[in-house]
Each structure stands twice: as structure tokens, then as C-alpha cells.
């Protein structure tokens, strides 16, 4: 399994609600492995298998999700 981390900002904070909605929406993708919000309630680290989705994927899904996110992908190692 080929592992990555997607790092992502969003444009605005997350709630509390709006964060366990994200990561049950994240976590439904094949492929995602774990999502983990900053306690900025803004950035984002998704673990992601290659082989099981793009990053673009897990990037559309967040906006689809209604969330607006800053710039392109931070970084992904």
C-alpha cells in the first residue's frame, strides 16, 4: 500500500458539527485511511492510500461537503 497525506486549509473554521461531518464524509471515500483537523478548526491532514483515490478526489469531496478550501494542496508527502 502506497500511503500519502493531503494537507488542506479551509477558507473559514469548522464547528464541531461541521468537522464530524467532514470526516464521516472523508472517511466514506475507498481509500482514505484517516482525517485529523488542526485545533485551528481550519487545516487539514487526510492519510490516504494511492492506489484507492486521487488527491483531487478527497479534494472535490470536501467541497462538495460545502466547505471552501484555500490555494491548492499545502503539501503531500
Given amino acids: 500500500m502506497s500511503k500519502s497525506e493531503l494537507y488542506l486549509s479551509l ?6 458539527d461541521e468537522q464530524n461531518r467532514l470526516k464521516t464524509r472523508l472517511h ?3 481509500g482514505v485511511i484517516s482525517v485529523d483537523i488542526g485545533t485551528d478548526a481550519r ?3 487526510i ?3 494511492q492506489a484507492g ?3 483531487g478526489r ?6 462538495t461537503a460545502g ?3 484555500d490555494g491548492q ?5
Fill in 11 to 16: 477558507s473559514t473554521p469548522a464547528t464541531a
Fill in 28 to 30: 466514506g471515500l475507498n
Fill in 43 to 45: 487545516s487539514l491532514s
Fill in 47 to 49: 492519510c490516504f492510500d
Fill in 53 to 55: 483515490i486521487s488527491p
Fill in 58 to 63: 478527497i479534494r472535490e469531496r470536501v467541497e
Fill in 67 to 69: 466547505f471552501g478550501v
Fill in 73 to 77: 494542496p499545502a503539501s503531500m508527502q
